[in-house]
């Protein structure tokens, strides 16, 4: 879904200025509107945007949602924050202080608690910073301005190390997404930000759009943020009748509600042990010294007899209870081992979840290996059976609740990172042809 950030000046109650921004809205085809001081005074009735509803926020800080989605929930821990839930993205949406760099810096630490407190959740940090985050992000005239200073520069820092956050905006040379005359000296900033859990960048693109301040349709004085995430929200429920049809219907073409994601049904009933899993007792668990070993996600075991057969002190668990592998009461595996199951998790924080988990199982100094479909495999999947597009990825089936994923080596690092796990150095490679798999690292500490 395509997200627009942007600082809007507290014009959206005039007329002219809030035509052009619903005909800029419905050109681009935004879905969510995210505007910092969009109206004054800040407790006045919101504007109507035509084919937005109102989600929720003030003249400070406000949310607009495409009139035919379900409206996300919205809160405000603080004055200069809006936390807003796009499914399984954490949204905030912030307006730091425009006045002092002590203010801007106890926000910037205070977000950064926030972000800590996300556990790990995927997370967007958006909207006008009032900061240059680099010295060449900010001039004045053609020299560095000295509005921003080296302390918040390190708070921000701080900000995006810990949370894990990449400056999606960070060109070289800058973009800036402000232009003032001051002093008759024209002052420059890129303080407009989007700020985005790192293992998310390659599934979204961010654009700045300068049209919104300096074309003939312009009506406000900052670019505009389009951010486009990889999220599927449900459908909006009429409001004019009784109950809904979907009560009575599960999977229509209009159906709008909420479907249950049911990745066990893409498990395999097997009679033989798998290629990984026969991969991993000829190639790995030799070198490593595997003596105990979890499969994390077995399905219906398969994998876990075979590694039974080979002298291994080996379980399984699969958290569909139909299968028979409830959790297994003890830890401190040797070796965890998680075949396809990323793939088919709908979203990037259940895969983080389920990374944490497969970790929970492994001794300190033992390896996981992750083996996933890739990219490639899965986008001709999707164009061979006509999937339809779903978060970052496709439902293969909408009647099984299924879905599915390509996720190739580098984005398995990215979220093993999240989980606590780092890549593994001189282990063997599997042969295993058209997937893709990785061996991950329990440190020590």
């Known amino acids: 879904m395509l997200l627009a950030s942007v600082n809007l000046n507290k014009r959206l109650g005039a007329t002219s200025a809030r035509s052009r921004l619903a005909s800029w809205l419905r050109e681009h085809r ?126 921000l820092r701080s900000l995006i190390q810990t949370a894990g956050l990449t400056d999606t905006t960070a060109d070289q040379p800058p973009a800036f997404t402000f232009e003032r005359l001051v002093s008759n000296q024209l002052s420059r900033f890129r303080c407009d930000l989007a700020l985005l859990s790192d293992h998310l960048t390659l599934a979204t693109t961010v654009t700045a759009d300068t049209s919104v301040r300096t074309g003939p ?44 994601y049911q990745p066990h049904k893409t498990a395999m009933s097997r009679q033989t042990p798998s290629p990984a899993s026969q991969a991993v007792t000829r190639h790995l668990t030799g070198p490593l010294g595997v003596r105990s070993l979890l499969d994390h996600g077995c399905g219906r075991g398969a994998d876990v007899a075979h590694y039974r057969s080979t002298g291994l002190d ?25 075949a396809f199951v990323l793939n088919v998790l709908p979203d990037p924080w259940q895969r983080i979840q389920a990374l944490k988990d497969a970790a929970s199982f492994t001794r300190p100094g033992g390896h996981i290996v992750v083996v996933t479909r890739s990219a490639e495999e899965i986008a001709k999947a999707a164009a061979d059976g006509g999937w339809t597009a779903h978060h970052d990825g496709f439902w293969s089936s909408k009647s099984k609740g299924t879905f599915q994923r390509g996720i190739d080596a580098d984005e398995i690092i990215a979220l093993a990172r999240k989980a606590g796990l780092v890549p593994a150095a001189d282990t063997p490679v599997l042969p295993l042809p058209g997937v893709c798999h990785t061996v991950l690292f329990k440190p020590q500490t």
Not at 108 to 125: C, G, K, M, S
Not at 222 to 230: C, F, K
Not at 316 to 337: I, K, S, Y
């Open 314 to 338: 080996a379980d399984g668990f699969d958290p569909h209870d139909a299968f028979g592998w409830p959790r297994p009461e003890r830890t401190g595996f040797d070796l965890v081992t998680s």
């Open 217 to 260: 349709q312009a009506f406000t004085d900052h670019s505009a943020l389009l951010i486009d995430v990889p999220v599927t929200l449900d459908n909006a429920e009429p409001h004019d009748v009784l109950f809904s049809l979907n009560e009575l219907i599960s999977d229509g073409p209009t159906s709008s509600a909420k479907r249950e």
């Open 30 to 155: 935004v879905h969510a509107m995210l505007a910092q001081e969009p109206f004054k005074p800040v407790d006045r009735t919101p504007p109507t945007l035509p084919g937005f509803t109102f989600a929720g926020g003030d003249g400070h800080l406000a949310a607009w949602i495409s009139e035919n989605l379900a409206p996300p929930q919205v809160t405000s821990p603080k004055p200069w924050l809006l936390r807003i839930e796009l499914d399984w993205l954490a949204v905030y949406q912030v307006h730091l202080n425009a006045y002092t760099a002590a203010s801007r810096t106890a926000q910037l630490a205070e977000l950064t608690v926030l972000a800590a407190a996300e556990n790990d959740r995927p997370l967007l940090i958006c909207g006008d910073f009032n900061l240059a985050p680099r010295p060449e992000d900010g001039l004045f005239g053609e020299e560095t301005s000295s509005f921003t200073t080296e302390t918040e520069r390190g708070h």
